[in-house]
């Protein structure tokens, strides 16, 4: 499982954050080309170890895609969740759980989050993706579920003023794992 550059490729999804929408939404990325959880005979199960995750947000409301305006006020919290299997949904179409357990560090579905402030939002926010929980190039979140979501929940005080895309791109490898190794993932990684 150690980080090899040889057997590293990257993954992406995105989503368009509705403006002036408060409220989740979401982004499905299909894996099952890439997982096997089931061991056959002598071949072993396989999963993706995701070590780096990185996140952008852009402005999409011309033709190009441009950073957020310095009048942007939009506040995001985003995470990157294993097997949720939830699909593509609008902004404010999805309803998040009593208590925001979809961004906690207790989620066992949570592969990487973070939080973005608009650089309006606040006096001396950081325009830029923050991350708070991520994976890491020596103990890598290794997914073993067929799909992996980007959710997102735009505040409903602080919401975008232009359509904005944010986007993950995933620094991942697929890698064999043992029996034992695959049974303990696959009953973490349970909705």
Known sequence: MAYDLKNVFYLDTSATITKATGGSGSAQLDLSAYIDPIARGRTKGTGLAVYKTYFSLTNIEDSDEVAPEDSESGIVSYSLQAGLGIGDNATGTVTVPAGN?????DNQLLVTAGDYYGPASYPGATAKPTD????????PYVIVRDNVCLVYNVST?????SNTKIAVRMECAQITLDQATLNQLLRTQTV
């Open 101 to 105: 357990t979809f961004f906690g560090a």
């Open 132 to 139: 708070y929980l991520m994976p890491s190039k020596d103990v």
């Open 157 to 161: 005080s602080k919401q975008f003023e």
